[in-house]
Every structure is written in C-alpha cells, then in structure tokens.
C-alpha cells in the first residue's frame, strides 16, 4: 500500500506540468541546462579573440596553450552533452558529470584568464571572466537540484528495500512446499 502512495506524491501535477520530488519540473531543469548551454555559447566569440600563439612568442608557457585548446573543446563538448541531458533530466549519473565537466570548465577557463590578463587583453579577460561568472547561479541551481535528486533517490531506495527485505521476510515464515512425488520409469 505504500509504493501507490509514493507514487502519487512523485506523479503530482501542478499547472499541467510534473513536479518532482525535488521541486523542480522538467521545464526548470531544461531551463537551468539551457541557460549553461547559452553562456558557453556567448563566451565562444570572445575566446575566438584570444591569440595564445602571441603569448608564448612572449614568453608564456605551453602550458596556456594546451589549456586554451582544452576550454575550446569543452565548450563543444558540454554544449552536446547537456542538450543530450535534457532528454532524461532525472539522469541523476549524467547530470553529475556534466556539473563536475563545467566546473572543470570554469577551473581550466580562469587559467586561460590569467594568459589572457598578462599576456594580451587584462579588460578582455575581465570581459569574459565576468560572463563566466553569470553562470555561476545556474551551476547552483543544477547542484541543488542534484543534490535533491540524490537525496529523493535513496530514500525511495531505502523504501524498496525495506519492503522487500519485508517480502523476503514473510516468505521465510511460510512453510516450504511438498516435495513433488518421483516420477517412476517404466
């Protein structure tokens, strides 16, 4: 009788759209996934300026330029990925990944900004760190979100496994069925 009622409260309806457990339908998690999918779409352009050949004639290290290489593929990456994760938001594996993949983004992106700041364009770098960080409240949204998602997928396992650790329970206690008579061969 219990896993009826938890469906319901899962299966609750609020203006025609499905709200999770966590609070959150479809449609916001679609909205947070998108909004980190257009940042990174505006940050392309910019990144497109950044000359990293110039830094090392300067005298940079290689190493800001395997990191700028690193942020452009991330971008199409991530882009690819979180679209493909709005098809199954309750993906609770995939939309971890892809909160760890853009943080790392943003980790490897203000080393480039440090490339960027000393050895071109300090107000580009501060440009583009700046619209790096309106992602920030998206990122903290989907981390909620995951973290909600988690929480409500444990204790829903915790339930199930209760449950069935009570069925298990019962058919120990019934007594074991007559054997079969052998069949006889002729």
């Known amino acids: 009788m219990r896993l009826p009622a938890l469906f319901l409260a899962i299966c609750t309806l609020s203006f025609g759209q499905q709200v999770t457990v966590t609070g959150y339908t479809e449609q916001d998690v679609i909205a947070i996934l998108n909004g980190i999918t257009q940042h990174l779409a505006r940050l392309e352009p910019m990144l497109d300026q950044v000359r990293v050949k110039t830094w090392l004639e300067k005298g940079a290290p290689e190493t800001y330029g395997i990191q700028y290489d690193t942020v452009q593929k991330q971008i199409k990456v991530l ?4 679209t493909a994760l709005c098809q199954h938001t309750d993906n609770l594996q ?27 364009n300090p107000a580009m770098a501060d440009l583009i760190a700046a619209i790096a960080a309106e992602d920030q409240t998206y990122q903290d949204r989907l981390q909620y979100y995951l973290i909600q998602l988690a929480t409500d997928k444990d204790a829903q396992f915790q339930l199930v496994d209760k449950e069935a650790q009570r069925c298990r329970a019962q058919l120990a206690r019934q007594p074991s069925p007559c054997p079969a008579p052998p069949v006889k061969k002729k």
Do not use: A, I, P, W
């Open 79 to 82: 882009q690819t990925d979180l």
């Open 94 to 120: 995939e939309g971890m990944k892809q909160l760890f993949r853009v943080q790392s983004f943003h980790r490897s992106l203000r080393s480039v900004m440090e490339g960027l700041r000393n050895y071109q």
